[in-house]
């Protein structure tokens, strides 16, 4: 049973950085396909995935209003998966949530959330 625990949310000015863990347990066999995505939620809106990583590759995906501020990095000794938050705005503000799934990424599967897996969340408050 796969668990994550995301962590890392804090309050930051606009044009600062920041960078979230998703902690992985539970996931014992690093060739095995596992997609592990970051998604976010603003107040008010609707869930989004930012960014994507397959753990076994690192082939890594990005949403394009995040493409180029975010990056998507992992540990493998350590199962941590990172995302560094870069030239931050007040539009990315929001509750911020990694999930997993035991298969490859893609957009297909990113815009319907089908990931089975999923953290608590960790807050990111953007102030300008």
């Known amino acids: 049973q796969v668990q994550l625990k995301d962590s890392g949310g804090d309050s930051v000015e606009a044009g600062g950085s920041l960078r979230l863990s998703c902690a992985v347990s539970g996931y014992t066999d690093s060739s095995s396909r596992l997609c592990v995505a970051w998604f976010r939620q603003a107040p008010g809106k609707k869930r989004e995935g930012v960014a994507a990583?397959?753990?076994?590759?690192?082939?890594?995906y990005y949403a394009n209003s995040v493409k180029g501020r975010f990056t998507v990095s992992q540990d493998k000794a350590s199962r941590l998966i990172y995302i560094s938050l870069g030239s931050l705005n007040s539009d990315d503000t929001g509750m911020y949530y990694c999930a997993a799934a035991s298969d490859l990424c893609s957009w297909y599967r990113i815009g319907r959330e089908e990931f089975g897996y999923w953290g608590q969340g960790t807050q990111v408050t953007v102030s300008s």
């Open positions: 990583m397959e753990l076994a590759g690192g082939l890594t």
